[in-house]
């Protein structure tokens, strides 16, 4: 099971994820903004929030998503 070692929160809602195979991916959150309880991610301040937790990353008690999914959806940086 792969794990997010690193985040960082990029402009335009996008994130960079390091996970823990040292491979870098930026995984665009904008197609999840108008999506049940990832509305809330609209918020600037919230969705700078990110944490891992667990290997994977959440926005507080909430709002969580999947290492495995992140790797498989977001474009690896060259």
Do not use: H, R
């Amino acid at each position: 099971m792969i794990k997010i070692v690193n985040v960082e929160v990029l402009e335009n809602y996008e994130l960079l994820l390091t996970f823990d195979n040292n491979v870098k991916k930026i995984k665009d959150m904008k197609p999840y903004l108008d999506k049940g309880i990832f509305k809330k991610l609209k918020d600037k301040d919230l969705f700078s929030k990110v944490k891992i937790s667990f290997g994977t990353i959440s926005w507080g008690n909430d709002i969580d998503m999947c290492a495995d999914s992140l790797y498989e959806t977001s474009e690896e940086v060259k």
